[in-house]
């Protein structure tokens, strides 16, 4: 079954002390367009994560995104020792300060607003959170796996969904192209008696316009009519053509990641039915043609979102 290149898939996984959620989406592209997000300091799992993705998709943009969530968010901690350090030192300055200064050592009291911005006094809440839980790099890398496999999981079963649809779409497209393909067939097996006629009715044309009196030579007459439908026969197009379809419908129902050979067949189709309109010049083949050409067109649209 083929592929759809759109799908969409999330995935949790948790422990006592954090979640790890991941969302992928993906579309339409020619090769692997792969974006990961993660947040800032947890940039080490994106190795990971796009090694994970790639042996799941093959081809498509995918837009995945990480998110570690703490349970202790709001938690903001004092370093009071450190800040304890700082006060200590900016009294020793001020100690010094009026011993050289000859000015009283009266220490007056702590910005509180300074204080707190000194480096490190306040810890964020990662931080604290990571040195109380005991945090692991590790433990962080087995949840996004875990949450990832869940996503992707989720990805493919869309993919699969929409790849099954899509198929069914393009085969009914596809059988219009072998209908009209059977009837240019057909149609064409006429085509050395329409020649013949065509060609003795010009002449008779010209004949009688020239005034010039007497009988055209059946078998020079055939003859040249043999050598117009040679130069115009389509047998060979039209075998191809169905060969093509033939090798379309098997891709279609072979398996995965089917895309670009899809692609590839669909030109050829193109350039044989642009063969065909060049070479006949009747009307209800013209017309079939011009029919075939705009269903390979819906084809290739379709065949544009096939991983």
């Known amino acids: 079954m083929i592929l759809s290149m759109t799908g969409y898939g999330t ?19 020619r090769f692997l367009d792969l974006h990961i997000r993660v947040p800032r300091e947890y940039q080490f799992l994106e190795n990971d994560a796009a090694s994970l993705i790639r042996g799941a998709i093959s081809r498509g943009r995918v837009d995945a995104g990480v998110t570690v969530i703490n349970p202790e968010a709001d938690a903001v901690q004092i370093d009071y020792e450190l800040a ?35 480096p490190g006094v306040l810890r964020n809440n990662d931080e604290a959170a990571a040195e109380r839980a005991g945090e692991t790099a590790e433990n962080i890398a087995k949840l996004m796996k ?17 790849g099954a649809a899509l198929r069914d ?48 030579d059946p078998q020079r007459l055939a003859g040249e009519a043999a050598i117009l439908a040679d ?30 050979k899809l692609d590839f067949l669909l030109q050829e189709m193109q350039r044989e039915a642009n063969t065909i309109l060049s070479k006949s010049d009747n009307l209800e083949i013209t017309h079939r043609g011009i029919s075939i050409k ?8 379709q065949v544009q979102n096939v991983e």
């Not at 900016?90 to 910005?111: F, R, T």
């Not at 869940?150 to 969904?161: C, G, N, P």
């Open 11 to 29: 995935g949790t996984a948790k422990d006592d002390l954090l979640t790890v959620a991941v969302e992928i989406r993906t579309v339409n592209h």
């Open 84 to 118: 304890h350090r700082y006060l200590t030192a900016v009294n020793k300055l001020n100690a010094e300060y009026a011993s050289l200064s000859g000015e009283s050592g009266k220490s007056a009291a702590p910005d509180m607003a300074r204080l707190l911005s000194l």
């Open 146 to 162: 875990e949450s990832l496999q869940t996503a992707l999981e989720s990805v493919l079963a869309m993919r699969r969904r929409e």
């Open 231 to 260: 130069k115009c026969d389509i047998s060979e197009e039209i075998a191809r053509m169905a060969s093509h379809i033939e090798q379309y419908r098997a891709l279609a129902d072979a398996g995965e990641k089917t895309g670009k």
């Open 294 to 301: 705009t269903d390979i067109e819906k084809l290739r649209e």
């Open 169 to 216: 779409d393009m085969l009914q497209n596809l059988s219009a192209i072998e209908s009209n393909t059977d009837e240019i067939r057909k149609l064409s097996q006429n085509a050395p008696d329409e020649y013949f006629e065509k060609l003795r009715l010009k002449l008779d044309r010209l004949l009688a316009q020239s005034g010039h009196q007497g009988a055209i």
